[in-house]
């Protein structure tokens, strides 16, 4: 009796292990790739709408919006709800940078040839649109998505997002001239591949 409450402890603890081993080996990489009828769309944000899913904003290097040759860099920039980004102004004239959330104006500077960066932070995940008050072509973006589990699709529309658990999600996606989708998502316990066709309107 001894003998098999021994080997029933002993067996519990190696299920445990087992366990806490297949737990951390189904973390995977979500593949994918956006596109309207004509081809990959850059410039699109992705992120995953999930409520468990971790924030690590520490982690992140500080972020930069630049306005160099009288547009901004990055056209789209993905941040984390309070993490600080820095606005910098690179040209050789001044600029007049404006962050709106919806119609309203939250933020503005004036900001002269060679001054230092500005910090700024952006406390609620949504998209805010950011224009030059001088120069009216200038708009850029800036998107606090929900958590770390986002990315920007490069110029043929690919994204990747690592350590994803398997299960159900909400995928969010979104673009500036084919607006926004949330898709509900399951991820099996291997490398998924993904890819998502806007159909309302050709590639921009
Ligand atoms: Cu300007």
């Known amino acids: 009796m001894a003998l098999y409450r021994r080997s029933a402890v002993t067996g519990g603890i190696f299920f445990l292990f087992l ?10 990489e979500f593949e994918g790739r956006i ?13 995953f709408l999930d409520e468990g899913l971790r924030t690590n904003a520490a982690g992140n290097p500080v972020a930069v919006l630049d306005q160099k040759d009288y547009d901004f860099e990055p056209h789209v920039l993905i941040v ?3 993490q ?3 606005i910098k ?6 600029h007049d940078v404006r962050i ?3 119609p309203q104006m939250i933020f503005r500077a004036e900001m002269s040839a060679g001054m230092p960066p500005l910090s700024k932070r952006l406390d609620q995940p949504g998209i805010y649109t950011v224009r030059c008050g001088v120069h009216h ?3 850029s973006y800036v998107v606090p998505a929900a958590n770390s589990f986002y990315a920007l699709t490069d110029a043929g529309g690919n994204i990747r997002i690592a350590d994803l658990k398997p299960g159900h999600h909400t995928l969010r ?18 490398r998924s591949h993904f890819s998502y066709t806007f159909q309302n309107k050709n590639n921009p």
């Open 19 to 28: 366990w806490a081993f297949l737990t951390k080996a189904e973390a995977l």
């Open 35 to 47: 596109q309207a009828s004509n081809g990959g769309i850059k410039n699109a944000v992705v992120y």
């Open 80 to 82: 984390l709800p309070g």
């Open 84 to 86: 600080s980004f820095l």
């Open 89 to 94: 102004n690179s040209d050789p004239q001044a």
């Open 100 to 102: 709106f959330e919806g």
């Open 137 to 139: 072509r200038m708009h």
């Open 173 to 190: 996606i979104w673009q500036e001239d084919l607006g926004q989708v949330d898709l509900p998502l399951e991820l099996k316990d291997s």
